[in-house]
């Protein structure tokens, strides 16, 4: 983070694109993606990373209010799954997953976007400490299915699965 900056949600592509690295480091009021020759050039200063945050407006989907990118973008056949945090206007206090899918070549374009979360805080141990919460850590492919590791009311670490392919569907419109 630049100097006297906090910033919690940027996240590396597990992968060069186009010979650069990429950080992702908003995705709110749009994608914003910095590339650069080498990660030495942001430690040493060299680079700032300068993100645009904050929508002036709400969005008219479930997912009213972006907050911030979870785990590092996996790559798919069909772009880069990037799963997100999100509030809903009407039920502000409650934070959900979402999902999309940027372009492989171009990270900064969101080809499909689920048109719901994916993972609400519903159950017992999502709302025991710290109400409504759910916040995304980790995930990886095993197999055929999409492991997605976070955190219940900031208390308890959970794990929830599901067949990628199916998520990948459930983003693109039919």
């Given at each position: 983070?630049?100097?006297?900056?906090?910033?919690?949600?940027?996240?590396?592509?597990?992968?060069?694109?186009?010979?650069?690295?990429a950080i992702l480091h908003s995705i709110s009021p749009t994608i914003q993606i910095d590339f650069v020759d080498s990660l030495e050039k942001i430690?040493?200063?060299?680079?700032?990373?300068?993100?645009?945050?904050?929508?002036?407006?709400a969005?008219?989907?479930w997912d009213t209010w972006l907050r911030g990118v979870g785990p590092?973008?996996?790559?798919?056949?069909?772009?880069?799954?990037?799963?997100?945090?999100?509030?809903?206007k009407g039920d502000e206090g409650r934070y959900k997953l979402g999902a999309m899918l940027l372009d492989l070549d171009d990270p900064t374009i969101v080809t499909y976007r689920g048109v719901g979360?994916?993972?609400?805080?519903?159950?017992?141990?999502?709302?025991?400490?710290?109400?409504g919460v759910i916040f995304v850590t980790g995930a990886v492919i095993r197999g055929d299915d999409l492991y997605v590791y976070y955190g219940g009311g900031d208390k308890h670490v959970c794990v929830a699965h599901t067949p990628l392919n199916d998520l990948l569907e459930s983003l693109m419109p039919n």
């Open positions: 983070s630049p100097p006297n900056q906090i910033h919690k949600n940027w996240v590396l592509f597990p992968e060069k694109i186009n010979g650069k690295f430690a040493n200063g060299w680079h700032s990373v300068k993100s645009k945050f904050g929508q002036k407006t969005r008219n989907s590092p973008p996996i790559k798919t056949d069909r772009g880069w799954l990037v799963l997100y945090h999100a509030t809903q979360p994916m993972l609400a805080p519903d159950e017992w141990y999502e709302n025991d400490w710290k109400q």
